[in-house]
């Protein structure tokens, strides 16, 4: 089938220099094996980042506007196929606004089909197949970006849920494991297995989240995409920072869309200011930690809303609340007293600190 059966971006050609923004009306669609189609208000997506993008964090992140997809953290088959309860744990309520793909992460296709039929029943939209997670404990079982090194198993890997599904299935890949020599290799076999999309992150497995994203190499991948007849969307990862990034990689990769990982937990509004939006104010960055906060305590008690704030401090500079306050930053992540905590972010929504 050509491309525009299969997935087609539609983003106007980005702006240069520092003042430009991804259009607010930019739209990219996915279509599944069957016809099935998929669209995205655009093409900035919030990337699956286990023990971040629980549905509490990405609901605040998306109602703070800008993001035109997300997808959960992986869920890892291993051992026997998912169910349909665990499934929607990860996926939170089915959205009509922002869609959120769910996230599996296999060695193999063995238990696959059953699990994304689970993940059908409970409304995810499509399906996301993780071979980029570079931690040990997953690439020494033969997961993750452990394929990257095996293009034979991604593909069958990545054919056994297309044919097991009517939903549109994407694929998330770093460039290699050492080097990116099998890149090219890689793309072609995610796209002649029937996959929708493809996300590559510009790293390597090697590379820690620290290393420079390298996004020469997100310029290669879309030229191996180009060479094949379906011309699926790709989405760049990797070295997004600040809002200004989103445009920049737009225009100096080629790419179709964006996706951010840890600059969210840094900054939620980055989705909304390459939208054109303002940045936030110092009130308005602690009001987000306080419900942030309260949300993940309904859910996970006291113990898990201090685990999770401090996370977010860990990060945190939406609004430069931490502008040279580090002594503040640090002290927090220090204190195991939750209340504390919010008080000190209660104090600056009123203008206090």
Known sequence: MTGAAQGTSHHAPPMSGASAIVPASSTLTITGPTGRALSFPNGVFLAP?????DPVFRDLVIALGGVGGAITEFIRISVSAMSAKVVKRYLGPPRDDTPVGVQFMAADEQHLPASIAAAERVGAPWIDLNFGCPVPVVFNKCAGSALLGKPEVLARIVRSAVQSTSLPVSAKIRVGIDAPT???EIV????EAGAAMLTVHARLRCQPYTHPATWEWLAIAREERDRHARR???????????????????AETGCDGVMIGRAALADPWIFSQAAGGPAPTVAQAADFALRYAAAVEAV?????????LKQLVRYYRAGGIFANAEDERIRLLRCDDLDAVRAWFSARTQGMA
């Open 49 to 53: 980042m286990e023990g971040v993008t």
């Open 182 to 184: 099998r890149l090219r």
């Open 188 to 191: 072609a076999a995610v796209v």
């Open 232 to 250: 699926i969307p790709l989405i760049g990862n990797g070295g997004v920072d600040v809002p200004r990034d989103v445009p920049r990689m737009f």
């Open 300 to 308: 996970r008690g006291r113990r898990g809303s201090l685990a999770k």
